[in-house]
T-cell receptor, first 112, second 114 residues
Framework: NAGVTQTPKFRILKIGQSMTLQCTQD?????MYWYRQDPGMGLKLIYY???????DKGEVPNGYNVSRSTTEDFPLRLELAAPSQTSVYFC???????????FGQGTRLTVV | KNQVEQSPQSLIILEGKNCTLQ??????????LRWYKQDTGRGPVSLTI?????NTKSNGRYTATLDADTKQSSLHITASQLSDSASYIC?????????????FGKGTHLIIQP
């Protein structure tokens, strides 16, 4: 039972570098999400997708981009990494927006 | 603005004891209320989802209650075990809010001591 799989688990980036956080789910969920979790704070929505080819901004989208070419995959792109993007990133998916969301194990990103 | 407030921020109890975590929400209109468990270094895992008509819902040693009138929910853990050490997050989506309509609490960090 794979569920939601994120890679990598850890990454250190230098300021200005770019990278892609990968996320894939095998539950045939239409809805997928990217969140960031900062110490002592609730999860904040970065981007979400309601199906292949459709993406939309969440609460904190600046500095990030996403794509959704397939139902399974929802990668998150950081173009010019900044220290403010140091965080733990979670990908999630759900069948409907009001049903249970399943989360990946997270990617701990440090920008130095 | 929709808000979810959790208390206490952190809690330490001895193994075998019971505890209750609190969640107050201002999300409107109400759809459902969820409790998630997040182990250190892992993603959140769903414990319960409660709709407007449900007052109590259990999942093993976890029992969630909901009072829609006062907009409060609690999570009661019975006979705590070391594996219960985790953060517990209260989440309230609002009806009609769509995929971006989830409001997360900051969580209660629970430590179970032997």
């Amino acid at each position: 039972n794979a569920g939601v799989t994120q890679t990598p688990k850890f990454r250190i980036l230098k300021i200005g570098q770019s990278m892609t956080l990968q996320c894939t789910q095998d539950m045939n969920h239409n809805y997928m999400y990217w969140y960031r979790q900062d110490p002592g704070m609730g999860l904040k929505l970065i981007y979400y997708s309601v199906g292949a080819g459709i993406t939309d901004k969440g609460e904190v989208p600046n500095g990030y981009n996403v794509s959704r070419s397939t139902t399974e995959d929802f990668p998150l792109r950081l173009e010019l990494a900044a220290p403010s993007q140091t965080s733990v990133y979670f990908c999630a998916s759900s069948l409907q927006p009001n049903t249970e969301a399943f989360f990946g194990q997270g990617t701990r990103l440090t920008v130095v | 603005k929709n808000q979810v407030e959790q208390s206490p921020q952190s809690l330490i109890i001895l193994e075998g004891k019971n505890c209750t975590l609190q969640c107050n929400y201002t999300v409107s209109p109400f759809s459902n209320l969820r409790w998630y468990k997040q182990d250190t270094g892992r993603g959140p895992v769903s414990l319960t989802i409660m709709t407007f008509s449900e007052n109590t819902k259990s999942n093993g040693r976890y029992t969630a209650t909901l009072d829609a009138d006062t907009k409060q929910s609690s999570l009661h853990i019975t006979a705590s075990q070391l594996s219960d050490s985790a953060s517990y997050i209260c989440v309230a989506p609002y009806s009609g809010g769509g995929a971006d309509g989830l409001t997360f609490g900051k969580g209660t960090h629970l430590i179970i001591q032997p």
